[in-house]
Antibody, heavy 122, light 107 residues
Framework: EVQLVESGGGLVQPGGSLRLSCAASGFTFSDHYMDWVRQAPGKGLEWVGRTRNKANSYTTEYAASVKGRFTISRDDSKNSLYLQMNSLKTEDTAVYYC?????????????WGQGTMVTVSS | DIQMTQSPSTLSASVGDRVTITCRASQSISSWLAWYQQKPGKGPKSLIYKASSLESGVPSRFSGSGSGTEFTLTISSLQPDDFATYYCQQHNSYPLTFGGGTKVEIK
């Protein structure tokens, strides 16, 4: 079964850091672009960023709202995606989803995880 | 950034109804538009990509159309499992952006 499972969410103070993980299974992880998308409580979806695959040099893209604070990385040997979040702000409070980019369809997502909640509060 | 505007924001309908949701882009995105369904407490589910290509396993009552700046998602005969929130997303250029969502409620 194709699956993405996020972990690492929790409560963190403003200015703090947190690292999210996404474990992939059921498909060849290394072939795919992978993304993070977030959803603030009661709000819509907001794209956070992307890492491309090895064939595309693992290059990354970020939303302006997180650029310079968040870093996306991956470990293909562990079928895992990561989101390092630094200098967290209250407005970063959201459910964070990892999502898979389908091959040949740039920018779309075909598989999503169930999400992990991040709360930034003092 | 490309702004995506969905309408309506809420839609009340009955089982068996034909439902249409509209998504407009602030500039042309060719056919690079996707649709997702989200139920409370769950991650989104992919329905359609490239404006009209149905994701594998998605019922044929779902269809998408449009190009340029205007797109529609149509559910030909609403089923109980279809009551959810629907989002459009442009996958033409970075930053990738979503519409604000359309909640389909039971009438």
């Amino acid at each position: 079964e194709v699956q993405l499972v996020e972990s690492g969410g929790g409560l963190v103070q403003p200015g703090g850091s947190l690292r999210l993980s996404c474990a992939a299974s059921g498909f060849t992880f290394s072939d795919h672009y992978m993304d993070w998308v977030r959803q603030a409580p009661g709000k819509g979806l907001e794209w956070v960023g992307r890492t491309r695959n090895k064939a595309n040099s693992y290059t990354t893209e970020y939303a302006a709202s997180v650029k310079g604070r968040f870093t996306i990385s991956r470990d293909d040997s562990k079928n895992s995606l990561y989101l390092q979040m630094n200098s967290l702000k209250t407005e970063d409070t959201a459910v964070y989803y990892c999502a898979r980019g389908p091959p040949g369809i740039p920018g779309a997502f075909d598989i999503w995880g169930q999400g992990t909640m991040v709360t930034v509060s003092s | 950034d490309i702004q995506m505007t969905q309408s309506p924001s809420t839609l009340s309908a009955s089982v068996g109804d034909r439902v249409t949701i509209t998504c407009r882009a602030s500039q042309s995105i060719s056919s690079w538009l996707a649709w997702y369904q989200q139920k409370p407490g769950k991650g989104p589910k992919s329905l359609i990509y490239k404006a009209s290509s149905l994701e594998s396993g998605v019922p044929s009552r779902f269809s998408g159309s449009g190009s340029g700046t205007e797109f529609t998602l149509t559910i030909s005969s609403l089923q109980p499992d279809d009551f959810a929130t629907y989002y459009c997303q442009q996958h033409n250029s970075y930053p990738l952006t979503f519409g604000g969502g359309t909640k389909v409620e039971i009438k």
